[in-house]
């Protein structure tokens, strides 16, 4: 396998040393295959909301695949998922299972061209959309990890169909679409950044992208992928009340088997086939083992009650106590956190967007990283990524995680001042 991985982030590449093989994963730890184990705040990059072999999750995933694994034909549990989605994502009439977000994101912008007869793509700097070939031009994730502006591979023509404007620049975004809005098929963004790390939206950031999308009728692309049901039921789209046109979701609603799904509107899902022209399909879409893992996290979720309450309280106190440690140790660090997600910045001012992402400092996040990992913490090998805090995380798990951090920068200290 190229680099040894199936997706580059997991290879260490930005923070060094060799990746760790982990055999298996139990509530918050992960064990890897030397036995050592770790509190994972990468949790499979979102999907594990629940934290790892939730018994609800295995049991629904056992009980359906002795039922059979794929029939390439409807079944029942696939709708059960889908009106789950429904019930809580209002603005999604129609919907769509696929197998990854990068699938999701791909044919909601066929469909919004199709739709529109548009073909402009506005996106954002340091918003990362899944690999599709016109969607990679200054993305976040392993993109931006690579310092890479794109992807050979990816035909000028292709790339050249899509625009990317600084994340909240709500000017520069009214600018561009007093120019060329009419010529946009479609808006994608990530309403919260998970990609660049976690960045908010700016005041007003959000709103503007829906005024101005009505008032050049250029469709309103929510990739939710991370913030589905991880920021509340509804994501981003409820936390901020804006309704999008399209929306895009995977990991959690696969509970950690491969999914995806767009959906919004029924004027403009109606154009898929086969009740419409627009083309798309897939082999394992609405696979019934990853539905039933997927309606086994939620309905899980939705029986616990302040299930996201309880979450956003858990990474703020960790978080609060990570940052004391910082200052205790004068670290210039800036933590952005947006409930159960958050990204740890070593960089001095705040984080607001690509280019405050970008200069945070490699270095200190790699030996950061490390010092916690031998500590038997597993951050995202990526100062480009979020962190993830589960259901299954404790007060233990947190306050260890603490604990951790106080011995990290003790060494770091004394590591630096050896130097
Ligand atoms: P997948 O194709 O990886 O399932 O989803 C693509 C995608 C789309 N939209 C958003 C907002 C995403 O965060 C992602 C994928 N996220 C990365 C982590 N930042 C997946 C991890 C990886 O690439 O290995």
Redesign the pocket.
């Known amino acids: 396998m190229p680099g040894g991985v199936n997706?580059?982030?997991?290879a260490f590449k930005s923070v060094g040393g060799e990746p760790v093989f982990i055999e298996r994963g139990e509530g918050p730890y992960i064990y890897d295959v030397d036995g050592n184990r770790y509190i994972d705040y990468v949790c499979s990059?979102?999907p594990l909301i629940l934290g790892h072999a939730h018994p609800d999750v295995i049991k629904a995933v056992r009980n359906s695949a002795m039922r059979g694994t794929s029939f390439g034909a409807p079944c029942p549990v696939e709708l059960e998922l889908g009106e789950l989605i429904k019930s809580a994502f209002p603005s999604i009439e129609l919907l769509r299972m696929v197998n990854?977000?990068?699938?999701?994101?791909m044919s909601a912008v066929r469909l919004a061209r199709a739709f529109t007869g548009r073909k402009l793509i506005v996106k954002f700097q340091g918003?990362?959309?899944?690999?599709s070939d016109f969607l990679l031009g200054k993305s976040?994730?392993?993109i931006m990890e690579g310092d890479i502006p794109g992807s050979p591979g990816v035909p000028a023509e292709a790339a050249g169909l899509t625009v990317t404007l600084p994340y909240n620049s709500v000017d520069k975004f009214i600018d561009f679409m007093a120019e060329k809005g009419e010529d946009a098929a479609a808006v994608i963004v990530?309403p919260v950044a998970?990609?660049m790390g976690v960045i908010p939206p700016a005041r007003g950031f959000l709103e503007a992208l829906r005024t101005e999308c009505y008032l050049k009728r250029t469709l309103l692309i929510f990739?939710?992928?991370?913030t589905g049901f991880r920021l509340t039921p509804g994501g981003a789209q409820q936390l901020y009340d804006i309704r999008p046109d399209l929306t895009?979701l995977?990991?959690i609603i696969g509970g950690g088997l491969?999914v995806?799904c767009f959906g919004g509107r029924r004027d403009i899902m109606e154009m898929l086939a086969p009740q419409g022209p627009v083309y798309q399909a897939g082999t394992l879409s609405g696979n019934p083992v990853a539905m039933s893992a997927g309606v086994a996290t939620i309905k899980s979720i939705s029986r616990l009650h302040g299930f996201y309450k309880d979450l956003s309280d858990k990474t703020k106190s960790l978080t609060d106590g990570l940052l004391e440690l910082f200052r205790q140790y004068e670290y210039n660090v800036t933590i952005n956190r947006a409930g159960s997600m958050f990204t740890v910045f070593f960089a001095g001012g705040p984080v607001t967007d690509y280019d405050s992402a970008a200069v945070s400092d490699k270095e200190l996040y790699s030996s950061f990283f490390h010092e916690m990992l031998e500590a038997g913490v597993y951050f995202g090998p990526s100062r480009f990524?979020?962190a993830f805090v589960s259901g299954a995380h404790s007060g233990g798990e947190i306050e260890f995680t603490v604990q951790a951090a106080g011995i990290a920068l003790e060494n770091m200290r004394r590591k630096e001042e050896a130097e």
């Open positions: 997706s580059p982030v997991r990059w979102g990854s977000g990068t699938e999701a994101v918003c990362y959309h899944g690999h976040g994730s392993g990530e998970g990609n990739d939710e992928v991370i895009c995977g990991k491969p995806g990524e979020a």
